[in-house]
């Protein structure tokens, strides 16, 4: 059986866990407690040297580290439904919106969060090496996340999904975004209604509460 390795506190692996819904599969889920440390634990370390989540363990053996690898390998094995676009146009786009809203989006959120929480303190970056918190980063982090949402939000005035019609795991990692900016507190603004629409949508599908 396929075996996942997943933080329910942490953004990156609910990407993974929202794809696994989506796509129904049957996998054996092992929770590493990031808040605790458990991804410095010997033995996790030996599953994943950069100590980090997600992981899924394939059934031959392979060991993916990224959400790029992740949602590729599963897209192949089930392809139903689609979630890296049906036609090339498609593709492509959906390729756009990931790259975006992870360097627009979830990268700005992770400055904040890494460089004011006390609990990351000399952690500002993942891993074993200590790296200091730099509070300029995290004040450039609030001004990116909230110029991504006025981005999604142009995008979705135009079409239901950042990739077209149909739903992909383009808005699996916009959503993500959206949600965990939160954790930071930041907030969409109010007038930015098609991005409000586009959010209560995405919460009605299977991953939406995963």
């Known amino acids: 059986m396929i075996k996942f390795y997943d933080c329910a506190t942490a953004p990156n692996p609910r990407r993974a866990r929202m794809v696994i819904a ?9 929770e590493v407690d990031l808040r605790n440390g458990e991804q410095f634990d010997p033995d996790f370390i030996a599953v994943n040297p950069n100590c980090t989540v997600p992981v899924l363990a394939t059934e031959e053996g392979e060991t993916l580290t990224e959400n ?10 089930y392809p139903d439904p689609p979630l890296l676009g049906r036609s090339p146009l498609e593709q ?6 990931v790259w975006r809203s992870e360097f627009e989006g979830l990268i700005s959120v992770m400055d904040v969060l890494r460089n004011t929480s006390k609990a990351m303190k000399d952690r500002a970056l993942p891993g074993t090496h200590p790296v200091v918190q730099i509070a300029a980063l995290a004040e450039r982090g609030m001004v990116r996340g909230r110029r991504y949402f006025e981005t999604l939000n142009a995008r979705l005035a135009r ?8 739903y992909s795991f383009a808005d699996i990692t916009a959503f993500v975004f959206v949600e965990f900016a939160a954790r930071v507190e930041l907030i969409p603004d109010e007038d930015l209604t098609a ?4 959010r209560e949508a995405c919460k009605t599908r299977p991953s939406g509460q995963v």
Request: proline letters at 3%; glycine letters at 2%; charged letters at 25%.
């Open 92 to 97: 492509a786009r959906v390729a756009e919106w």
């Open 22 to 30: 989506e796509k129904r599969v049957d996998v054996k889920t092992i």
């Open 195 to 198: 991005l409000s629409i586009w």
């Open 68 to 77: 790029a690898a992740i949602v590729r390998y599963l897209e192949a094995m």
């Open 159 to 166: 079409m239901p999904w950042l990739a077209g019609d149909s």
